[in-house]
Nanobody, 121 residues
Framework: QVQPVESGGGLVQAGGSLRLSCAAS????????VGWFRQAPGKEREVVAK????????TYADSVKGRFTISRDNAKKTLYLQINSLKPEDTAVYYC??????????????WGQGTQVTVSS
């Protein structure tokens, strides 16, 4: 079991960059697929990016391809999301989560509290 805790959110102007971190306490971080999700006001939660256990597979939402980069450091038990070229539509609460099945994100059981990212125009 793991307990993710997000950090790194904030208020940024459009075109700026931000790096989010997700520290996972507990054990066996490397045994989980992990990813970033976001939920904007009035919208459904969406998968932003996910990464497999040792980082060999990654998936990005079309809206963030080329701008966001997901990575993980299993030794540090930390997940990262590098966000570049921020747009106002990126404004949302960003969550990290972990699960055993890379594809079935609906079954991912471990979620952080979220960190707010606000992009001003």
């Amino acid at each position: 079991q793991v307990q993710p805790v997000e950090s790194g959110g904030g208020l940024v102007q459009a075109g700026g960059s931000l790096r989010l971190s997700c520290a996972a306490s507990g054990s066996n971080f490397g045994g989980y697929s992990v990813g970033w999700f976001r939920q904007a006001p009035g919208k459904e939660r969406e998968v932003v990016a996910k990464i497999s256990r040792i980082g060999t597979s990654t998936t990005y939402a079309d809206s963030v391809k080329g701008r966001f980069t997901i990575s993980r450091d299993n030794a540090k038990k930390t997940l990262y999301l590098q966000i570049n070229s921020l747009k106002p539509e990126d404004t949302a609460v960003y969550y990290c989560a972990a699960g055993l099945d890379y594809f079935n994100v609906q079954d991912w059981n471990y979620w952080g509290q979220g960190t707010q990212v606000t992009v001003s125009s």
